[in-house]
């Protein structure tokens, strides 16, 4: 079973900067997509990037310009750093892998989650 431990969320004012962090573990043989995810109150779930194992990438046009999406393949780990933040941004986030783990079986695992919050 592969776990998504996700961290790296907090309170921090408009125009300022967060970094999340996502590591697998378990048994990995391969990870394709890595995304992160969130929800914000009263809202559905929304993709906010992902970044494939050659590493494209793609974002939420509410983000473009502001988030970067990045991942290390050794460590099986993806990171989001967002700069801007704006109060909207508020919400939990979440993160997303898809793969293949022990005895070659697909798995898509998800994050626990982390309050993200932009506020003055």
């Known amino acids: 079973q592969v776990q998504l431990v996700e961290s790296g969320g907090g309170l921090v004012q408009p125009g300022g900067s967060l970094r999340l962090s996502c590591a697998a573990s378990?048994?990995?043989?391969?990870?394709?997509?890595m995304g992160w995810y969130r929800r914000a109150p009263g809202k559905q779930r929304e993709l906010v990037a992902a970044?494939?194992?050659?590493?494209?990438?793609n974002y939420a046009d509410s983000v473009k310009g502001r988030f970067t999406i990045s991942r290390d393949n050794a460590k099986n780990t993806v990171y989001l750093k967002m700069n801007s933040l704006k109060p909207e941004d508020t919400a939990v986030y979440y993160c997303?892998?898809?793969?293949?783990?022990?005895?070659?079986?697909?798995?898509?695992?998800w994050g626990q989650g982390t309050q993200v919050t932009v506020s003055s």
């Open positions: 378990g048994t990995v043989f391969s990870i394709n997509t």
């Open positions: 970044i494939t194992s050659s590493g494209s990438t």
């Open positions: 997303n892998a898809d793969g293949y783990g022990l005895g070659l079986r697909p798995f898509s695992s």
